[in-house]
Structure formats: structure tokens, C-alpha cells
């Protein structure tokens, strides 16, 4: 079966950390870009991260820069999102996608549809 699967997720107090993993089964990452994205209830899908394929070029959201890393360990056919500082407002469902890309600025830009994958999601909560 091929899917990717988030995990990681949990209840952290404001200035916590937590590391989200996104792995997959069934595929090879290796060739494809891979972002992050949350939804918080009632709002919009906000693209968080995303990583290329060689792990060279990184994009971030203005809203998690200097706080939130991603990277990647291909040989573990697994992305990561280090979260750091984390405030009440990044409360949201944290989801992984995956996709083939020639212009890697619209990796978080895209229709939910035009990427080739998607995780059924992990939880996080900030609250004291």
C-alpha cells in the first residue's frame, strides 16, 4: 500500500518542542518534494514547509521561520519538521504531502489534488 504516515504529534506547553515525522511505505521519497501543511478547525490550509528532493532548497511559511526546520533522511524513506518554540496558535492537524515539482516555489501554493500523496494527519496541540 502506498501512503505516508505522520507521527509526532502531541500536547506540548507553549516554548516545547516536538519533532514530526513523515514516512512512506510502499514508495521511494527520493524523488519527490515533500511539504507540510496545518488546519486548524475553521480555518484554511496553511503550507508550512517543504523540502526538495535533494534536501538542497527549503521553504518556510513567515509564520514558523527561525522556529520550525525541515529535513530530510532519505535513506530512511522519512521527512522531518523540528518545531521549536512552539506558541497556542501552531494548534492545528500537521499533514505531510508529497510531489513531483519542476518550479519548487509553488511547493506549498498547489490545489490539495496536484500532489501525489497525502498522510492522514497527526495532532498537535500548544496549550498550557
Known amino acids: 500500500q502506498l501512503q505516508l504516515v505522520e507521527s509526532g504529534g502531541g500536547l506540548v506547553q507553549p516554548g516545547g518542542s516536538l519533532r514530526l515525522s513523515c514516512a512512506a511505505s510502499g514508495f521511494t521519497l527520493d524523488y519527490y518534494a515533500i511539504g507540510w501543511f496545518r488546519q486548524a478547525p475553521g480555518k484554511e490550509r496553511e503550507g508550512v514547509s517543504c523540502i526538495s528532493s535533494s534536501g538542497g532548497s527549503t521553504i518556510y511559511a513567515d509564520s514558523v521561520k527561525g522556529r520550525f526546520t525541515i529535513s530530510r533522511a532519505n535513506a530512511k524513506n522519512t521527512v522531518y519538521l523540528q518545531m521549536n518554540s512552539l506558541k497556542p496558535e501552531d494548534t492545528a492537524i500537521y499533514y505531510c504531502?508529497?510531489?513531483?515539482?519542476?518550479?519548487?516555489?509553488?511547493?506549498?501554493?498547489?490545489?490539495?489534488?496536484?500532489?501525489?500523496?497525502w498522510g492522514q494527519g497527526t495532532q498537535v496541540t500548544v496549550s498550557s
Open positions: 504531502a508529497a510531489i513531483t515539482l519542476t518550479l519548487f516555489r509553488l511547493c506549498v501554493d498547489l490545489p490539495a489534488d496536484e500532489y501525489d500523496y
